[in-house]
């Protein structure tokens, strides 16, 4: 197969300029002006577009149980949802069940391999510290894993004791990997929680107001002290705090090799919207903030002490108990009306997959707070550098997949529930106005989405085995 894309601004995380792609089969074969078209291509015209590597988000959650259900995205409806919006990557979490975390990733693969649209990878979680476990890490990069997620939060299930967090640290340094960690304190929210809910205070706020923002800043801090201490490099997931943002410049400009990631929620909502007669809709872990953190969650984007967009996807219905139509068929899963007595039985999640780049291309570069550029660093290259996909993904040049987003800037268009694809009954964004949006989006060559038409399908998405030793940025 040969597709010549003509006459397109190509952007990419460090420069623009109006150039041609030549794909053969499934990767970039020549980039340049004016490239002849040669027998037997497929032309697709990109004049007044720009083209983009496809979006890499490092941070869903597909199909995970929790409190009872399961997050209403699987491994198709979710990566369709994330196509429709410009990503043909993501990274998943297996969890740490019984069993080893070779049976974890095998069980993971039966629920995900035959139903992805797109291409993608697995984090794994790590929940419980043993010498057995430390032997088991060291065997992940056979599956192709070469990062890893512990929590300072969740006590009682995925949290791990400092001590542990360090070991797991060091393996993972050893041995080429990254550490992921989730900032919160989960003592203090064990404490509040049950002072919440023995005062009657269960409303969605409440879900805020017990995990305080001074816990993700110490745990931010405490975090990059144990990957100091361990020499290792750490990502801090899902960052939604100014004083996270402040503890990860302290830490960076003392040389420590630790990056961060944010997600769109943090940007734009408060917790205010948990104080909505609706609020269910908004929680997750960590949670939203107040306007000052979202402020300077934007700045940290703008000067580079972000490296990443992630969404941190982990959809749930509103209202499980009535049915949405999804390609063509009635489907109900329990959501958040599980929690509606009581914020502790509220799943945590949200919806965000599909939203990441339209919602950031228009309210972070129209806006200004962003260069195109930058965009495609925080949502495509970067994640791609970070988790060893580098220049497989992320990238316009020759030899990377031909993963191409024909990006239309000046579609308008009003969003939510409706245009975002997702398996859910709300949005986020909903009736947001936005300027900018993907037209066409390719997956190793092959088009999958062409305007409002979906051409993909389930089990053409591909796992990606990554590799060790990526670089910090
Ligand atoms: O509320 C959220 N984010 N649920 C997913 C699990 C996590 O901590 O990332
Ligand atoms: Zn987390
Ligand atoms: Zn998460």
Not at 336 to 353: S, V, Y
Request: glycine share 10%.
């Amino acid at each position: 197969m040969t597709l010549l894309i003509k006459n397109g601004k190509l952007i990419t995380a460090s420069e623009s300029f109006y150039a041609d792609i030549l794909v053969e089969e499934e990767q970039i074969a020549l980039v340049g002006k004016d490239l002849p078209v040669p027998d037997n291509a497929e032309v697709v015209d990109a004049s007044g577009k720009l083209v983009l590597p496809g979006g890499v988000d490092p941070h869903v959650h597909l199909n995970l149980p929790m409190f009872g259900t399961v997050s209403s995205d699987d491994h198709y409806t979710g990566h369709k949802a994330a196509a429709f919006g410009g990503t043909t990557t993501c990274m998943d979490f297996v969890p740490h069940g019984p069993g080893s975390l070779k049976e974890n990733i095998d069980g993971w693969h039966e629920r995900a391999d035959h139903l992805a649209a797109i291409d993608f990878s697995f984090h794994v979680n790590i929940e419980r510290w043993s010498e057995q476990v430390a032997a088991e890490i060291v065997e992940l990069v056979n599956d192709g894993v070469t990062s890893i997620k512990v929590f300072t939060a969740y006590n009682g299930s995925m949290r791990l004791e400092d001590g542990d967090i360090f070991r797991v640290m060091r393996v993972a340094k050893e041995n080429g990997y990254l550490t992921m960690l989730h900032a919160e304190n989960g003592d203090v929210i064990d404490i509040l929680v049950a002072e919440a809910v023995a005062a009657g205070n269960l409303s969605p706020e409440w879900h805020a107001m017990t995990r305080p923002a001074w816990g993700a800043v110490e745990a931010v801090l405490r975090a990059s002290a144990l990957a100091g201490q361990a020499d290792a490099p750490l990502y801090v997931v899902h960052i939604n705090t100014a004083g996270g943002v402040d503890q990860l410049k302290y830490a960076r400009e003392r040389g420590l090799s630790v990056m961060g990631e944010t997600c769109p929620q943090y940007l734009f909502f408060t917790i205010d919207n948990l104080r909505r007669q609706d609020g269910a809709k908004w929680v997750c872990s960590p949670p939203m903030r107040t306007l000052e953190d979202n402020q300077r969650l934007w700045q940290g984007l703008k000067n580079g002490t972000l490296q990443t967009m992630g969404t941190d996807h982990c959809a749930f219905f509103y209202d499980g108990s009535k049915p949405i139509m999804y390609e063509g068929k009635p489907v109900a899963i329990p959501g958040k009306e599980l929690g509606k007595d009581d914020f502790t039985k509220i799943p945590n999640g949200l919806p965000g997959m599909a939203d990441r780049m339209p919602i950031m291309w228009t309210y972070g570069v129209r806006t200004g707070l962003m260069s195109e550029n930058q965009f495609v660093a925080l949502n495509c290259t970067n994640p791609a550098k970070i988790f060893g996909l580098y220049p497989r993904k992320g990238s316009l040049i020759p030899g990377a997949d031909a993963d191409i987003v024909i990006w239309d800037p000046d579609r308008y268009l009003v969003y939510g529930v409706d245009v975002a694809h997702h398996r859910t009954d709300y949005n986020l964004y909903e009736g947001w106005e936005l300027r900018g949006y993907p037209e066409k989006v390719f997956l190793r060559g092959k088009m999958i989405v062409d305007g409002e038409r979906w051409l993909g399908k389930a089990g053409m998405g591909r796992y990606l085995n990554r590799q060790p030793f990526s670089p910090v940025l």
